[in-house]
């Protein structure tokens, strides 16, 4: 039975016209609704069309096209029946393939690209490249996309714009970043979709600096930056905290795309949630969460990410009972993470065991690495370090540095006997990856922290004579655009003199206050007192503090990025500076946020 309009031929089409034939049944294809009209097409094109004519050929194209986008069963059978397809069809399997949800079928376009070489012809041409590429990227398959990028070349497509963004996705994709930026230094001409792949391929690497180089270039070669563009720009932002430059691409995204735009593009708004969250600036963070019309699990991840990092336990975990009782998001690992950690930034023992088994028992998510350590720091942190070395002996995996890292500092910061502390350091030491200045480290402040300071002596000897450096403190302060940069008793910055003056009225205004040193976060042990106390006072973080009070606008929050862990006696004297001098300072270092605002800390746990 026929459906619609289409009518079987007369006897007379079929023999004398089959080029009219064809057309006809073109334009029946042209209207075709769904695959029961195509298959009636395709018999009627059986029975009426001369087989190799060129018309026919394209009728078949067509039926093909169809078909690849409604049931690829369907195309391949069609495919197989074809006796000489051109590259065209080839393209259009390829492409399908590629392009599916399926992992099988994209192996399956790379198979296709196999046969096509194969066949005597025809070669693949400039468009069958890019579909096996993205199938290649999408596998990882390094090897297979290094063949494709011999083969391509052979044929004299080195210069096509399409492929070569193809080549330089695919090398991003497979971890090979200096291939595609060789591919990208050799482009003849390149496109808007060049200079965003590459972008984007440093972002990815953590090449944030270098991205935010080329996007510099981008914009000298007249290019107008696009979405894309701008998500990459926020993303590499986000990665060097620097909040200024992340302002503008936000600014540049609401003046160019819109307010409809920027509020309803989902990706665009989770890398604006991420780089608020990152960069110390919660509040806009919540208002352009709260502003947005469509959510992800993304989105809902950064904001239980961000409240947690900020020491807002509560907050995000409000935003995890607003995902799953009022959204009805479903959570996935990454949420309970950020869930985790929100009970471990703010104390809360109970809540943190609680969610740990809701993840396991009710949303059958098997625990992570991540999700044990965790629940690991949350315990040592509130003294149940015995607990907490049972849960590590009783997980399914090998316990890495960080989680052994985390025991120790606890023990550190609990007054845990030396020998259990030691035990632990040992465990470090005999892992991969132990033989870091961390451990060594923290056990001279376990050490320091019982006044066995010989033992803190031998321990920074040992470090001496194996070689090992203590990883060097350095903060990082924003000022009008311009990033500055501190180093534990950095005396290099145009302004040290300016600064150490600063530092001196710091001094007298926290002695005036009854500001006792805490000298176990000192250096050395054969130090007076008097060098200790100018050791912690030199620390990069203070530095830093100290030049944003000097250079920065009354009523302007000073924000401070460290790349270690703030120790207990800078956490104190910030929250002094604060309250001495009335100003807001945020402080993020390797674990968390630290907001100081009128002496307070919002991040309760710190020790």
């Not at 468009?127 to 390094?142: D, G, I, M, Q």
């Not at 959510?295 to 009972?321: P, Q, R, Y």
């Not at 946020?593 to 991040?603: N, P």
């Amino acid at each position: 039975m026929v459906l619609g309009v289409i009518q079987s031929p007369p006897p007379q089409i079929v023999t004398s016209k089959p080029a009219s034939h064809c057309n006809l049944l073109l334009q029946h294809l042209n209207e075709c609704k769904d695959m029961s009209q195509l298959k009636q097409i395709h018999a009627l094109s059986l029975r009426s069309t001369l087989p190799n004519h060129p018309t026919t050929l394209f009728l078949y194209s067509r039926i093909l096209h169809f078909s690849s986008l409604h049931d690829l069963n369907y195309a391949y059978r069609v495919f197989d029946h074809i006796d000489n397809p051109n590259s065209f069809m080839w393209n259009i399997l390829i492409r399908a393939c590629a392009q599916s949800q399926s992992v099988h079928l994209k192996r399956e376009a790379i198979l296709l690209y196999n046969t096509m070489l194969q066949r005597s012809s025809p070669f693949p041409d400039n468009h069958t490249f890019p579909f096996v590429l993205k199938a290649c990227a999408y596998l990882f398959a390094l090897f297979e996309g290094k063949q494709a990028h011999a083969h391509l070349l052979k044929l004299g497509f080195q210069s096509d714009v399409y492929i070569n963004n193809s080549l330089i996705h695919f090398y991003a994709s497979c971890g090979s970043l200096e291939s595609a930026k060789n591919v990208f230094d050799k482009m003849p001409q390149r496109s808007l979709v060049s200079w965003n792949a590459m972008i984007d391929a440093f972002v990815l690497f953590g090449e944030f600096e270098t991205a935010l180089q080329l996007f510099v270039q981008f914009q000298q070669q007249f290019f107008e930056p696009d979405g894309y563009t701008i998500q990459s720009v926020i993303n590499a932002c986000a990665g060097l905290c620097a909040l200024s430059l992340g302002m503008w691409a936000h600014a540049f995204l609401l003046r160019n795309c819109g307010v409809s735009v920027a509020r309803d593009h989902v990706l665009v708004n989770n890398s604006l949630l991420d780089m608020y969250c990152k960069c110390g600036s919660l509040d806009i963070a919540t208002q352009i969460f709260e502003g947005m019309q469509k959510h992800d699990v993304t989105s809902w991840n950064s904001m239980i990410l961000g409240f947690a990092m900020h020491g807002k336990g509560e907050l995000a975990l409000e935003c995890f009972e607003r995902m799953i009782r009022i959204s009805r998001f479903v959570p996935n690992s990454i949420t309970f993470v950020g869930v985790l950690s929100a009970c471990n930034h703010r104390y809360m023992v109970t809540e943190g065991r609680k969610y740990f088994d809701m993840m396991v028992n009710e949303y059958k998510i098997e625990p992570q690495l991540e999700h044990y350590g965790c629940l690991v720091d949350i315990l040592a942190r509130a003294g149940l370090i015995d607990e907490a070395l049972e849960l590590v002996s009783s997980m399914p995996m090998k316990p890495d540095v960080v989680i052994w890292r985390s025991l120790l500092d606890s023990c550190c910061k609990r007054n845990a006997s030396v020998e259990l502390s030691e035990n632990i350091a040992r465990q470090i030491l005999e892992s991969e990856q132990g033989d870091s200045s961390g451990v060594y480290v923290l056990l001279s402040r376990v050490y320091a922290s019982a006044s066995r300071w010989n033992d803190v002596g031998l321990v920074r000897k040992l470090m001496t004579n194996n070689g090992i450096l203590k990883e060097p403190g350095c903060s990082l302060i924003e000022v009008d655009g311009v990033t500055h940069e501190f180093f534990a008793g950095d005396t290099s910055h145009p302004q040290t003199k300016e600064i150490y003056q600063v530092l001196n009225v710091i001094e007298e205004r926290l002695d005036s206050t009854g500001y006792k040193p805490d000298y176990s976060q000192a250096p050395m042990v054969d130090e007076l007192n008097t060098s200790k106390r100018d050791s912690l006072r030199l620390h990069s973080e203070r530095l830093a503090i100290a030049f944003g009070l000097l250079n920065l606008k009354p009523g302007m929050p000073i924000r401070i990025f460290k790349n270690l862990r703030v120790c207990d006696d800078c956490h104190k004297v910030t929250g002094l500076i604060s309250e001495i001098f009335n100003v807001e300072i945020i402080v993020r270092d390797r674990v968390r946020f630290h907001h100081f605002k009128d002496g307070s800390c919002s991040c309760m746990d710190y020790w």
